[in-house]
T-cell receptor
Framework: KAGVTQTPRYLIKTRGQQVTLSCSPI?????VSWYQQTPGQGLQFLFE???????NKGNFPGRFSGRQFSNSRSEMNVSTLELGDSALYLC????????????FGNGTRLTVT | DQQVKQNSPSLSVQEGRISILNCDYT??????FLWYKKYPAEGPTFLIS???IKDKNEDGRFTVFLNKSAKHLSLHIVPSQPGDSAVYFC??????????????WGLGTSLGVNP
């Protein structure tokens, strides 16, 4: 079974631009979660999508948004990029059912200059 | 303010010995805890979890202990192997059924196992 796939692996953008990151979950997984990882803050929850609906949301500004498609693939968008948005963005999928762990992709490294 | 704290940024142990990684939390609503391992340039990989209704969970070389009164959990790896060298993250959520995908994470402990 293929794992969680995130594209692109690396991205360099300038302040004020917007960016879209993509995540393909493990086949059969309907829940997709997004996390931001920075050295000082660690992993922080952005949002979770399940069956094309946002089911949970973290404490990030509205510049961070996401969506999920009918095939469970998900995209995350960040508008009006700021230097502080430079981070590793991780996507994780999980199967339905209690206790199902998150399966992470290898992340997209975003650098904002 | 960090609700999940891993106070040791790094730990070094000899191959074959026990590795003990510690995690403290402040939110008494947390009732499901997980440990993940992360190698460089890869995403975190799930290791083991524990619900607050238990105080111990074991899976092969890995055992997690939970002390609710102290708001403390620990991961024991016995025996430690060089391949265990990685960053270990403790995470928690407010859902003892494990359905909540909103996890609160510690900053990680880098474990080095020396041959």
């Amino acid at each position: 079974k293929a794992g969680v796939t995130q594209t692109p692996r690396y991205l360099i953008k300038t302040r004020g631009q917007q960016v879209t990151l993509s995540c393909s979950p493990i086949s059969g997984h309907r829940s997709v979660s997004w996390y931001q990882q920075t050295p000082g803050q660690g992993l922080q929850f952005l949002f979770e999508y399940f069956s094309e609906t946002q089911r949970n949301k973290g404490n990030f500004p509205g510049r961070f948004s996401g969506r999920q498609f009918s095939n469970s693939r998900s995209e995350m968008n960040v508008s009006t990029l700021e230097l502080g948005d430079s981070a590793l963005y991780l996507c994780a999928s999980s199967s339905p059912g209690s206790g199902s762990p998150l399966h992470f992709g290898n992340g997209t490294r975003l650098t904002v200059t | 303010d960090q609700q999940v704290k891993q106070n040791s940024p790094s730990l070094s142990v000899q191959e074959g010995r026990i590795s003990i990684l510690n995690c403290d939390y402040t939110n008494s609503m947390f009732d499901y805890f997980l440990w993940y391992k992360k190698y460089p340039a890869e995403g975190p990989t799930f290791l083991i979890s524990i619900s607050s209704i238990k105080d111990k969970n074991e899976d092969g070389r890995f055992t997690v202990f939970l002390n609710k009164s102290a708001k403390h959990l620990s991961l024991h790896i016995v025996p430690s192997q060089p391949g265990d060298s990685a960053v270990y993250f403790c995470a928690a959520s407010e859902d003892n059924a494990g359905n909540n995908r909103k996890l609160i994470w510690g900053l990680g402990t880098s474990l080095g196992v020396n041959p």
